[in-house]
């Protein structure tokens, strides 16, 4: 078992809170009718910052998928980066302002843009991976996805190449039991996503996605094995959607508000906490002043973005297209 310090554990535990509330606070923005499109990872926040923190973090590499909000914010991604494009303006890092939100990069931290296509990152994973091993550098990459894409014939061709070359490439799938509105059983035949590594030759495992210290000692134990040359890993992370797909989906047409309210009590972020209060590690004094300092992270980060500009039309084509030179 790996030991964490004290201080790395309240710092995990700040960093689920942080994204838990910037992402309440994007679903409000749109119910305002302030932003146009949100998609949420409430309910994921343990399954990506164990993750996060099992990184070299700014040298191993990322393919994140749309839900991973509190995995960008462990590695460098700021609220303001998020509000900012949320609304589209000419600052945000990704695209600037051209890309839908939540589709990630961040250069600074070797985060590669996605995208909406589902399972259409993991084999840019596959592709780092690969060049990776040939340089014969000490990096990892880590890909993520929900259950539903595993379905996908590019999820299954990346880790097929991954598992023929022994690729320093971890797959997290984050099972939240909802494709859009599809449950798993209707999607593969097998119980549990970790299933579906024994036919493809690599390392299979399940671990409870809403415990965050769960999750760190799983993803520390198959990075470092893929660091060693180990070979990648398939890691389900097994969770709950505690939100809608996304701002434009009505999920009460399949599932029930008492199914919901019953997956509550499973909540990461409670989990987390009560964790640390058992340990002696977080008081209620604590809590409330991380809930005053997150709160006053995002007003500022909503502020700012609502005063930025746009981008002008002039800078829609580029550079999706390259500007033709000018000769005097």
Not at 229 to 252: C, F, K, M, Q, W
Request: aromatic share 8%; proline share 4%; net charge negative.
């Amino acid at each position: 078992m790996v030991e964490l310090s004290a201080a790395t554990k309240k710092d995990m535990f700040w960093n689920m809170l942080l994204a838990r509330r910037l992402d309440e606070r994007a679903w409000a923005l749109h119910r305002q009718g302030r932003i146009a499109f949100h998609i949420s990872g409430i309910g994921h926040e343990a399954a990506q910052v164990g993750s996060a923190y099992a990184l070299q973090r700014g040298r191993d590499w990322v393919t994140p998928y749309y839900r991973d909000l509190a995995l960008m914010l462990c590695l460098g991604y700021t609220p303001r980066d998020f509000v900012l494009s949320l609304m589209g303006k000419r600052e945000e890092t990704t695209s600037g302002g051209r890309q839908m939100p939540s589709h990630w990069s961040l250069r600074k931290a070797n985060v590669v843009s996605h995208s909406a296509p589902v399972a259409t990152q993991t084999p840019h994973a596959a592709g780092i991976g690969l060049a990776i091993k040939l340089k014969k550098e000490d990096k990892v990459v880590l890909t993520t996805i929900g259950e539903g894409a595993t379905s996908q014939g590019e999820w299954y061709e990346a880790v097929n190449w991954a598992a023929i070359h022994k690729l320093p490439v971890v797959f997290l799938v984050q099972n939240n039991k909802y494709a859009i509105s599809v449950t798993p059983d209707k999607q593969m035949a097998v119980k549990s996503v970790a299933d579906k590594a024994c036919g493809l030759g690599l390392d299979g495992r399940a671990v409870d996605g809403t415990n965050v210290f769960a999750v760190y000692e799983v993803m520390h134990e198959v990075v470092e094995n893929a660091r060693r040359g180990g070979g990648p890993s398939l890691i389900e992370a097994v969770l709950y959607r505690i939100t809608p797909h996304s701002s434009d989906d009505d999920d009460r047409s399949y599932r029930s508000r008492e199914e919901v309210e019953e997956h509550k009590k499973q909540d990461p972020l409670l989990i987390a906490r009560a964790i640390l209060e058992q340990e002696g590690l977080l008081t209620s004094k604590e809590v409330e002043e991380m809930e005053s300092r997150a709160k006053e992270i995002i007003n500022e980060a909503v502020s700012y973005a609502e005063a930025a500009d746009y981008p002008s039309v002039e800078e829609g084509a580029y550079p999706v297209y390259v500007e033709e030179a000018r000769r005097g």
